[in-house]
């Protein structure tokens, strides 16, 4: 069967979100899902202000409302985090009764102007190896991060992507994850206008302080992080040389600062399961 990667049209949907397609071939070749997939388009964001048809997207939070239906954050890749209304989800004839886990790529179909639209579809778009162990987590923290600090309806071009790879990656060896979690989290931060910034790159050292970087001319110290590690985690490249402990310290302090002393959970609950 044709690599569906290769069967696109200018401007198709498939070539829009080249990095599902690539992971999804990789991950158990759904050449049937993505031929759906690759209907021709026009560039433009598919549906109407009422109605969205087949649009991928990923479940980020469920949570049940009445009992027999459920709430749902979704990452979808034109229209950002969007907020359906899954009515009868939880009915044994529900049509996606078990369809509706997070990792998993859908394409959703919903209709409503308001905040909160109603689910009418959902589609199997494909399988990615699954995440599981310390890797799952790392993915409910990935989700929390997107849920924390992304509005609904208001997209961020590349996020979509940024969130395909990430969870490639934690479905992938171990050594690769904590730099894929660095990698996401500093695009994340500036997708949403928090780009990491130093004052000066000759500096041995930095403190981070209001919001930037700031060199310091010092030794080793509490709050203060290497050139090495700062210069990693700038440029993603993550060489044996770099403390990846010091890489983690940084990076959580920045995200910590945007918080506004708001609890990270999925870091809480995985330092007190570690602790057992």
Known sequence: MTD????????????????LANVLWRNRAVAER????????????????????REPGF???????????????V?????????LVAKGAKRPSAQYRGLLQAFCPLLFTWSGKKEA??????????????????GLFSGFYVNELILRFTEREDPHEGLFDAYVKVLGALSGPAAGRQPALRNFETALLSMLGWAIVRDRADAPRYRFSEGRLEGVDAPAGEGLFSRTAVEALLSGTFGPEVDMREVRRLIRTVIDYHMDGRD????????????Y
């Open 75 to 83: 990452l979808t890749r034109d229209y950002g985090r969007v907020f």
């Open 264 to 275: 990270v959970n999925t870091r809480r609950v995985l330092s007190e399961l570690r602790q």
């Open 34 to 53: 993505l031929a759906e997939f690759e209907e021709a388009a026009s560039g433009a964001k598919r549906g109407t202000a009422a109605r969205v048809n």
């Open 4 to 19: 569906p990667r290769r069967r696109g049209t200018t401007g198709s949907q498939l070539e829009r979100s080249s990095t």
């Open 117 to 134: 639209k109603n689910l009418i579809r959902v589609d199997w778009l494909g399988s990615l190896e699954p995440v599981d162990g310390e």
């Open 59 to 73: 479940i980020l939070h469920s949570r049940p409302w009445s009992e027999s239906s459920l709430l749902l954050d």
